[in-house]
């Protein structure tokens, strides 16, 4: 059984430029949420998504967004780049389902903002 | 709200000792879960074990066990013959699991573990 797949492990973009992260859940799994980690602010939680819709969502700028495809691959996308979003991308990968007791993360993704 | 608080932000152990890393947490939702995560240094997350809140015994995954007393609202991992390849970040982190509450995971700010040779 495969697991959470993120893509690309490693990104530099330049301030201004937007980026694409994406997210493939491990199989059978509908529930896909995005965290960001940072030296000084921790892992915080981004936006979770649940059957192409988002569920809830973290206390981000609007620069951040994503969205969830039918096979609940999700991507993340992060418009406007400044230097405080360089930080590693997790998503996470859940049943979602009554009592939800899983939670898998994947790789991440490391974005290096120049 | 719910917060996790980890209170070490570095702990040594030697090869083949116990160690228990602590956490106490804090939630007004009735049921909850815990997880506790390590994370090498090339970022994944990785799952080690998890409890409920309504869970009866503590829960344990081979050389992982977790210490849960909710009278105390603490959820220490304790991991028992440390192995050098143990020392990384453990995070603790909890989730609700009360139907209509949000599902996101809240962390800790982590312990750095170093299994000493």
Redesign the interface.
Same mark, same amino acid.
């Given at each position: 059984k495969a697991g959470v797949t993120q893509t690309p492990r490693y990104l530099i973009k330049t301030r201004g430029q937007q980026v694409t992260l994406s997210c493939s859940p491990i199989s059978g799994h509908r529930s896909v949420s995005w965290y960001q980690q940072t030296p000084g602010q921790g892992l915080q939680f981004l936006f979770e998504y649940f059957s192409e819709t988002q569920r809830n969502k973290g206390n981000f700028p609007g620069r951040f967004s994503g969205r969830q495809f039918s096979n609940s691959r999700s991507e993340m996308n992060v418009s406007t780049l400044e230097l405080g979003d360089s930080a590693l991308y997790l998503c996470a990968s859940s049943l979602a389902g009554a009592g939800d007791t899983e939670a898998f993360f994947g790789q991440g993704t490391r974005l290096t903002v120049v | 709200a719910q917060k996790i608080t980890q209170t070490q932000p570095g702990m040594f152990v030697q090869e083949k000792e116990a160690v228990t890393l602590d956490c106490t947490y804090d939630t007004s939702d009735p049921?909850y /879960?815990l @997880?506790w &995560?390590k994370q090498p240094s !090339? /970022?994944?997350?990785? @799952?080690l074990i &998890?409890q409920?809140s309504y869970d009866q015994q503590n829960a344990t995954e081979g050389r992982y066990s977790l210490n849960f007393q909710k009278a105390r609202k603490s959820a220490n991992l304790v991991i028992s013959a440390s192995q050098l390849g143990d020392s990384a970040m453990y995070?603790c *982190?909890m +989730?609700s699991?009360s !139907?209509g509450s *949000? +599902?996101?995971?809240? @962390?800790g !700010? /982590?312990t750095q573990l170093t299994v000493l040779p």
């Open positions: - | 049921s /879960g @997880f &995560y !090339s /970022g994944e997350m990785i @799952f &998890y409920g995070f *982190a +989730r699991l !139907s *949000a +599902r996101q995971l809240t @962390f !700010s /982590g």
